[in-house]
């Protein structure tokens, strides 16, 4: 018996030495974890399917005395759909399962970082085979152990209780036809990487994460709040590209998750991506994510703050407070370099929007020129995009000015008989038609009925409109200019109380940096 012992461990010795690198599955030892087959590094093993006993299991184990990566082949056999199980060393559950989910392909996996002492790998049929025609259908599988890049990623990090931890570095992970459980309805969930970010005092923090592409992978990065809850979603771009959040804000203590999965199983293994996140302080000068609701506006307070619209769904909202202990009257400028048309809204509050911004076009300027504040009043800028030719993320920056208001101008809201501006005899106004639909109403001084003369400049890109309504808003006298950019003289009598309408009969872009200059002289 002992000499039958020797041999057959003989012949293990020799199957797993051969010079070739080709073995035989060693039957039945290899259908227990336990018993697990010992193969070397970059060896490929031959091996079937078919058990008398119903669906077979076959187990291989390979040693390491160091931290090493690993990746894996497996041939496919026609009418065979195989899962691969892979443990640590000890553990009662697989670490990784891998599965694509089709018959007679084989599967692939890796790489993925093992540690010593040894990794378990078992390869199983998903339905039991136990047909004799199925001896002669053999299997190949190998498996190759290699030195891991630094700041590599460390499976199993497929759950947020798994998530590795981040610093400002960059780390290299790789995708995995793996899959990383079930959802609520019992879905198969493919293969996710997760890593964790701390932010660990009482202060706010502003993140930015870039995810680098992988030839045929289109990736998919999603950002998460401290419950594993999904709060951002970032794919905007397609195969081959990979995906960026340039800024996002958390108030601390607490801590944030990233991840990233594939689309589908169709995975390249050979390539690596690298995450790179940057976790610094928050500036003012930022947005401050999310804002998209007015309980969350971010502060507009700098002469430049910068933001990005994620996607064509996405709005940044701001709130602007005049915080000295005088009126101020504002200019504000949005611009983006990419190729968006962006719209600019104000409000007073949440439901009571004061006007609309979009007369520029795509990839042109939105912008107030008269915004007037007084002491401790404020108001949000809503920021969106109505449509991209350059594809989003779509960054963009809001320039701020102000100044003490100037005398005789334009106090906004202004658009209607009942919120007219006076106007007095002999004096001039100064105002803008922002948005190019502004209508700026203002209100004659005199008594009775009076002769005027009233002269009113041109704006370039604006055909303008002069209307000349009583005291009960009726129009009684209309003027427009000849052609864009052409002033208004008009001279006549003016009923008591009158109103003077300005607007634009034609408009051929945003007009908000083009002051006009509106003088009412008596006769």
């Known amino acids: 018996m002992k000499s039958f012992h020797a041999l057959v461990a003989l012949i293990f010795i020799l199957q797993n030495s051969s010079c070739r690198g080709d073995l035989r599955e060693a039957e039945p030892q290899n259908n227990q974890r336990e018993t697990a087959q010992l193969l070397p590094s970059g060896a490929t093993v031959k091996g079937t399917w078919y058990s008398p006993q119903g669906r077979d299991i076959d187990c291989y184990q390979y040693h390491t005395s160091e931290p090493r990566m690993v990746r894996g082949t497996l041939s496919g056999v026609k009418g065979v759909d195989p899962e691969i199980y892979l443990y640590a060393d000890g553990a009662a559950e697989p670490f990784k399962i891998i599965n694509d989910g089709l018959s007679s392909l084989g599967e692939n996996f890796g790489p993925l970082l093992v540690h010593p002492p040894r990794l378990l790998i078992c390869l199983q049929p998903v339905h039991q085979i136990n047909q004799p025609e199925y001896r002669s259908l053999e299997y190949e599988f190998s498996a190759t152990l290699f030195q891991p890049p630094r700041f590599v990623e460390q499976e199993p990090n497929d759950l947020p209780a798994q998530a590795n931890s981040l610093e400002n570095t960059i780390v290299l992970g790789y995708y995995s036809t793996g899959l990383s459980g079930r959802d609520e309805r019992g879905v198969e969930l493919l293969e996710r990487d997760f890593f964790v970010l701390d932010f660990p005092d009482d202060k706010r923090y502003r993140i930015k994460i870039e995810l680098t592409g992988v030839s045929g992978i289109d990736p998919i990065l999603r950002l998460h709040d401290s419950s594993g809850s999904e709060i951002r979603l970032i794919d905007e771009r397609g195969q ?23 689309k589908d199983r169709k995975i390249n293994m050979q390539e690596y991506y690298e995450l790179k996140v940057t976790n610094s302080e928050y500036e003012n ?138 106007i007095l005899t002999d004096s001039t106004m100064i105002g803008y038609i922002n948005p190019n639909a502004d209508i700026d109403v203002y209100r004659t001084a005199n008594e009775t009925r009076q002769t005027f003369k009233i002269l009113l400049d041109g704006i370039p890109g604006c055909r303008l409109l002069l209307r000349i309504a009583d005291k009960t808003g009726a129009v009684y006298e209309k003027r427009e ?43």
Request: proline letters at 6%; a negative charge.
């Open 285 to 422: 000068n930022y947005e401050f994510e999310p804002n998209d609701r007015f309980d969350k506006a971010s502060t507009l307070s700098e002469e430049k703050t910068y933001g990005e619209l994620a996607d064509a769904g996405d709005v940044d909202i701001f709130q602007l407070k005049n915080q000295a202990e005088y009126p101020r009257q504002y200019s504000i400028l949005v611009r983006s370099e990419a190729k968006v048309n962006l719209q600019l809204e104000t409000f007073f509050a949440e439901r009571q929007r004061r006007n609309i911004f979009n007369d520029a076009g795509v990839g042109a300027p939105e912008g107030i020129a008269n915004l007037q504040l007084s002491s401790e009043e404020s108001i949000y800028l809503k920021v969106s995009a109505v449509d991209s030719s350059s594809g989003f993320p779509a960054p963009y920056v809001i320039e701020m000015a102000y100044a003490p208001p100037v005398d005789f101008t334009e106090t906004e809201p202004n658009d209607s008989v009942r919120q007219a501006n006076d």
């Open 240 to 262: 081959n590209q990979g995906e960026i959040l340039p800024s996002y804000g958390f108030q601390g203590p607490g801590q944030a998750y990233i991840s990233i999965t594939a």
């Open 481 to 523: 200019g000849r052609s864009d950019g052409e002033g208004i003289s008009f001279t006549g009598d003016l009923e008591p109380k009158s109103y003077l309408m300005v607007s634009c009969a034609r408009a051929n872009e945003n007009l908000f940096r083009r002051p006009y200059k509106l003088t009412l002289q008596g006769r």
